[in-house]
């Protein structure tokens, strides 16, 4: 009989950035089974590169999660061999990951996955893609991919994800009236859906709301949440950004942050994404914070960002937000920004141009946007009622894989 085991199957060149995005899950699983596994999978990407990581800071993740780097799929099927193994899968979907894919399937591991940020994903995104659709090589062989891996999830060749958490209630009411179920429903013996149970869970940004409440402190500050500007989706859809044209917005950005903070006499402090270095010349005229974004959102007045997940922990907090776009940041990106400014009615400034608006006129617009905070809440961050999501998820794990 093999072995009920439960872990975390990832391709991570950073494992702190990991530790620390999926701290509360981590430690939740640890806490409730008695060995649990980290499962880097990195090396079997077709094409890496990149260093492996076969020793971690044991800070990183509690005493009886055991980290494991695979390198081959010998070594990947020996190690799950014996072990009837539920993974919390957090792997791309691209040609690159087709045979760890293929191997998940072999050995019959049963996958888990959690999308419970709150922010626009694929469905949003349709439009645009069928507009800009020739406009890509790349892109165009991307969504290829992505039907061909449908497909073979389809044939029983890779696997289907057993149990979805989704805290977006639009996407879960998009899959729910999709073809694939429709198809079921008229040929209950055919399954087709990718997705076989969906919970619904609150979203990660609630959670830290929830268990950071009382440390809020306003300290009169605004904050600047930084974005990449050669963003790996944009990149895949129109290339990097020149090095000269990359100078040039970020010369508007920081004339922007300094024209704000002069408006409303308050400094501005950046956060810089986890994953860019050597921004500092970039803003060598501001503070940049040693805390993370989600740490400095309840501690300041007005949040400012381009693109970033992390600003639904403004919404969460229910900030005076300031959104920023310009033609430098590209088409896709403008189009995943105009989404959060459409959807919550922000107040948008395109940075290519002065800012000539009174602080009365942004005050008032800030204002009138957070009476569309609460909708937004209920659709994207908190459709769950006061159940924390990593809760739930531990408690549905254990319903379905370990009764």
């Known amino acids: 009989m093999k072995d009920k085991t439960i872990g975390f199957i990832i391709s991570q060149e950073n494992l702190k950035v990991f530790a620390s995005q999926n701290n509360q899950i981590i430690k939740k699983i640890a806490e409730n089974f008695k060995e649990v596994f980290v499962i880097n999978v990195l090396d ?21 999660v055991l980290y494991k780097n695979i390198k081959t799929s010998k070594e990947f099927v020996a190690f799950f061999k014996n072990k009837d193994f539920v993974a919390l899968q957090y792997l791309p979907k691209s040609p690159d990951y087709y045979r760890i894919y293929f191997l998940i399937k072999k050995m019959n591991i049963k996958n888990v996955l959690i999308l419970n940020l ?28 992505y039907y061909l891996f449908r497909i073979l999830t389809i044939l029983n ?3 289907k994800i057993d149990l979805l958490f989704q805290s977006d209630t639009e996407v879960i009411k998009y899959i729910n009236k999709g073809f694939s179920r429709k198809f079921e429903n008229l040929f209950s013996f055919f399954k087709i859906s990718f997705f076989r149970k969906i919970e619904k869970v609150n979203s990660i940004f609630f959670d830290y709301y929830i268990n950071n409440k009382t440390k809020e402190e306003n300290t009169n500050t605004i904050l600047y949440v930084d974005t990449p500007l050669n963003h790996p989706d944009r990149v895949r859809r129109e290339g990097n950004l020149d090095p000269t044209l990359e100078k040039k917005y970020y010369e508007q950005l920081s004339n922007f942050l300094k024209g704000i903070s002069k408006i409303f006499k308050m400094d501005v ?5 986890p994953k860019v270095k050597n921004k500092n ?45 310009s033609k430098l940041l590209g088409d896709y990106l403008n189009m995943i920004n105009s989404k959060y400014v459409n959807a919550l009615n922000l107040f948008s400034h395109d940075i290519d141009e002065e800012l000539q608006t009174n602080k009365e006129t942004i005050v008032k617009e800030m204002s009138s946007a957070k009476l569309n905070y609460d909708d937004f809440i209920l659709s994207k961050l908190n459709p769950d009622g006061e159940i924390l999501s990593y809760v739930k998820i531990v408690e549905k794990i254990k319903e379905n894989f370990f009764k």
């Open 118 to 145: 709150g922010n626009f994903g694929n469905k949003q995104t349709i439009d645009w893609n069928l507009k800009f659709f020739f406009r890509s090589f790349k892109h165009f062989f991307d969504k290829g991919f």
């Open 157 to 159: 060749i890779f696997p």
């Open 281 to 325: 010349d970039f803003f060598k005229d501001f503070k940049i914070s040693d805390q993370s974004t989600l740490e400095m959102i309840p501690k300041s007045e007005i949040i400012i960002f381009s693109l970033s997940s992390a600003i639904l922990g403004a919404v969460m907090y229910k900030k005076k937000i300031i959104n920023i776009k």
């Open 44 to 64: 079997l990407k077709l094409g890496n590169t990149a260093l492996s990581i076969n020793t971690i800071d044991k800070n990183f993740f509690p005493e009886n």
């Open 269 to 273: 402090i950046i956060c810089l994404h």
